[in-house]
């Protein structure tokens, strides 16, 4: 199209401004004049880029010919060649539908090529074909059938869903179960594992051997005897040489180093076949914040009294909590001042008189 007033000439289809004379645009390659002149001027500008994109798809290689044909049109958008081309490489990958629109953008840019004419009436029928197969496959589905496949379905899946049901709201959840300690070069034996009900005792597992499921076990007792999630427990170790349990946990920010570690020690130290020993170790961040451990000879000191800080040993960091080593109490504090005058009386009475008739009495004759 040319300007009034001036020799230049604006293209139909980027509206840049080309001088007078000028057969195809320099921004997009598209053709400013009709004829086949106009195609051919534009195709040598990309000639070498087309070649080696025609090599390409007849080699196979698909990706290589589609990037390059896309390089060129990075140059020239409206090279009604290229895209041509690329309706051929998607043609023969079975992209019809992407094939469509290339062949008919290279018909808006050159609308006198009876070739790419032709290939997109090709494209067009074979389109109509795959919908016509598509249609005569769907009709042959016996209707009847299929609604009757799908109530089936429907049934059993209402089915599993009251089944599931009913087992969650029936079954009830088993005990915490503490893990028998190994006996010390019983290393080949399974575990035992110490329940209420001995009747039908577990079956070991054949490819676990009996210091992983002992741990795997203590994990799971001390998870559900301290309400915790299974996955705080880091790392769950039992040394059988003196049955010492060793348990890593992963400390929350708003948790209390000493009420955290009291309340895995109270529960795991409860009981004549508690072990004997616990070390509680709290990370965070992947950086060790608290240690501190527990014996068995202090948990049942306190008989039903739950054990304190002061009863923790070996603290780390030192300061926090109870001192390091510091020796078991002999005897349970008593948890009312009704006990504490009952113990004095009873001390008292348990004290025997002295008898006058003793040497070294008082009260004996000289």
């Known amino acids: 199209m040319e300007v009034p007033g001036s020799n230049d000439i604006i293209c139909d289809f980027c509206f840049a401004m080309n001088p007078q004379g000028a057969h195809i645009c320099e921004e997009c390659g598209a053709p400013l004049v009709d004829g086949k002149e106009a195609g051919d001027e534009s195709d040598k500008l990309v000639y070498r880029d087309l070649a080696r994109a025609n090599l390409q798809r007849m080699r196979g290689d698909f990706a290589a010919a589609r990037e390059t044909c896309l390089s060129i049109l990075r140059r020239y958008p409206n090279n009604a060649t290229t895209q041509g081309l690329l309706g051929d490489i998607c043609r023969e990958q079975g992209e019809l539908g992407q094939a469509k629109e290339w062949y008919a953008m290279a018909l808006d840019v050159r609308p006198d090529d009876d070739n790419v004419r032709s290939r997109l009436r090709e494209t067009e029928s074979a389109m109509a074909a795959q919908e016509e197969a598509l249609r005569v496959k769907v009709a042959e589905v016996p209707r009847t059938g299929g609604r009757w496949f799908v109530a089936g379905l429907a049934v059993i899946a209402v089915g599993i869903a009251g089944g599931a049901y009913w087992l969650g709201k029936n079954t009830k959840p088993a005990p915490a179960q503490r893990p028998a300690p190994i006996p010390l070069g019983q290393a080949s034996t399974s575990t035992a594992i110490a329940t209420e009900d001995n009747t039908s005792p577990p079956e070991p597992l054949p490819t676990v051997g009996p210091e992983l499921e002992a741990?795997?076990?203590?994990?799971?007792?001390?998870?559900?005897?301290?309400?915790?999630?299974?996955?705080?427990?880091?790392?769950?170790?039992?040394?059988?040489?003196?049955?010492?349990?060793?348990?890593?946990?992963?400390?929350?920010?708003?948790?209390?180093?000493?009420?955290?570690?009291?309340?895995?020690?109270?529960?795991?130290?409860?009981?004549?076949?508690?072990?004997?020993?616990?070390?509680?170790?709290?990370?965070?961040?992947?950086?060790?914040?608290?240690?501190?451990?527990?014996?068995?000879?202090?948990?049942?000191?306190?008989?039903?009294?739950?054990?304190?800080?002061a009863d923790l040993q070996n603290v780390w960091p030192s300061g926090t909590g109870a001192s390091p080593n510091q020796p078991p109490p002999s005897n349970p504090a008593p948890s009312n001042p009704e006990e504490q005058s009952g113990t004095t009386e009873s001390n008292n009475s348990e004290t025997p008189a002295p008898n006058p008739s003793e040497p070294g009495s008082d009260t004996a004759g000289n």
């Open 215 to 309: 741990e795997r076990q203590a994990r799971a007792f001390l998870a559900a005897e301290c309400q915790l999630p299974e996955s705080r427990f880091l790392d769950v170790e039992i040394d059988p040489r003196g049955n010492v349990w060793r348990v890593t946990v992963s400390a929350l920010p708003t948790d209390d180093p000493t009420t955290l570690t009291l309340q895995m020690l109270n529960p795991g130290l409860d009981g004549n076949d508690a072990p004997s020993m616990m070390t509680v170790r709290l990370v965070r961040d992947g950086k060790l914040l608290y240690a501190a451990d527990g014996t068995r000879q202090v948990r049942a000191a306190r008989g039903t009294s739950l054990m304190a800080a």
